[in-house]
């Protein structure tokens, strides 16, 4: 069963940046579209960012110009690039993939998750 594990969660500073990655076993990166969400207690989990099996990008308006999807695929991993950081980014961070060729940053189409990382913004 293919596992995706997140690291890079930490505590910062507004303004500051956070680089998030994600480790994927069983399969390749290369081959399904991936995801970051984000989650924060009693709301729904938010897209923030996709990248599908040809490296094309896409962003939440509320990240973007500010959040870089990128993947290495030497590594099979999936990372997540965080400047200008505000309070309102603070979050625990889930990486995800789904088998579809591309899908829309809802989670509903995504059947592998991670188990999260923890991002704090303090102002």
């Known amino acids: 069963q293919a596992q995706l594990v997140e690291s890079g969660g930490d505590s910062v500073q507004s303004g500051g940046s956070l680089r998030l990655a994600c480790t994927v076993s069983?399969?390749?990166?290369?081959?399904?579209?991936m995801a970051w969400f984000r989650q924060v207690p009693g709301k729904d989990r938010e897209g923030v960012a996709g990248?599908?099996?040809?490296?094309?990008?896409n962003y939440a308006d509320s990240v973007k110009g500010r959040f870089t999807i990128s993947r290495d695929i030497s590594k099979n991993t999936l990372s997540l690039q965080m400047n200008s950081l505000t309070p309102e980014d603070t979050a625990m961070y889930y990486c995800?993939?789904?088998?579809?060729?591309?899908?829309?940053?809802?989670?509903?189409?995504?059947?592998?998750w991670g188990q999260g990382t923890q991002v704090t913004v303090s102002s």
């Open positions: 995800a993939a789904t088998s579809f060729k591309t899908a829309p940053l809802k989670a509903s189409f995504y059947s592998h």
């Open positions: 069983v399969y390749s990166v290369s081959k399904y579209f």
């Open positions: 990248i599908t099996s040809d490296g094309t990008t």
